[in-house]
């Protein structure tokens, strides 16, 4: 059972337009969400998180969405650039003892073309 | 800081030999991880540690072990490989357990196949 869901395998985008990965979740105790970008033969390397509490983060170029009654966030990249070509990675995480255990979606490929 | 550090990067296996992918961390994280990465898919969590001496299961351990003698090493054992153990396996760390400092730094990676 698919607990964090990324339906997209791929997304192609121009360079300097806007990039936007999705992420589906089932399990309501998720209080924790990251993105992770990895490039090939390398490890994945965090993005940007948010809290439940939150429905919006943002860190330069970076924003993800929060929609938890949708159970659903995404990130937005703006302007997307071809540096940002990789494996993006959603992961949750709970609370209490499940805090610590990333559940991860399956990847989405972003390619930025000049 | 070199971070989270593997070795080795590359193993081929043969079915039933046995094999000890290292893993040391210099951020004095408590909470250590390991993960393996099937084509196609996200990261399932093999085993994790919570500190010197504590390791739990994640989602797939059958057919790995782990040990935590010391903050800086978390090593993960596979004593009869199979094929189905194919995968790319990356060892990761944490500052804490979950919440704001959840961030987990990742190692490279070790390919792993099993023939």
């Known amino acids: 059972d698919q607990q964090v869901k990324q339906n997209s395998p791929s997304l192609s985008v121009q360079e300097g337009r806007i990039s936007i990965l999705n992420c589906d979740y089932t399990?309501?105790?998720?209080?924790?969400f990251l993105w992770y970008k990895k490039y090939p033969a390398e490890g994945p390397t965090f993005l940007i998180s948010?809290?439940?509490?939150?429905d919006k983060n943002e860190d330069g170029r970076f924003t993800v969405f929060l929609n938890k009654s949708a159970k659903h966030l995404s990130l937005h990249i703006v302007p997307s650039q071809p540096g940002d070509s990789a494996v993006y990675f959603c992961?949750?995480?709970?609370?209490?003892?499940?805090?610590?255990?990333?559940?991860f979606g399956q990847g989405t490929e972003l390619s930025v073309k000049p | 800081n070199a971070g989270v550090t593997q070795t080795p990067k590359f193993r081929i296996l043969k079915i039933g030999q046995s094999m000890t992918l290292q893993c040391t961390q210099d951020?004095?994280?408590?909470?250590m991880y390991w993960y393996r990465q099937d084509p196609g898919m996200g990261l399932k969590l093999i085993y994790y540690?919570?500190?010197?001496?504590?390791?739990d299961k994640g989602e797939v351990p059958n057919g790995y072990n782990v040990s935590r003698s010391t903050t800086e090493d978390f090593p993960l054992r596979l004593e009869l490989a199979a094929p189905s153990q194919t995968s790319v396996y990356f060892c990761?760390?944490?500052?804490?357990?979950?919440?704001?400092?959840?961030?987990?730094?990742f190692g490279p990676g070790t390919r792993l196949t099993v023939l």
């Open positions: 990761a760390s944490s500052y804490s357990r979950g919440g704001l400092y959840n961030e987990q730094f």
């Open positions: 399990n309501s105790m998720f209080d924790y």
């Open positions: 948010i809290s439940s509490i939150k």
């Open positions: 992961a949750a995480s709970g609370r209490g003892n499940q805090g610590g255990k990333l559940i």
């Open positions: 951020m004095n994280h408590n909470y």
């Open positions: 540690s919570v500190g010197a001496g504590i390791t």
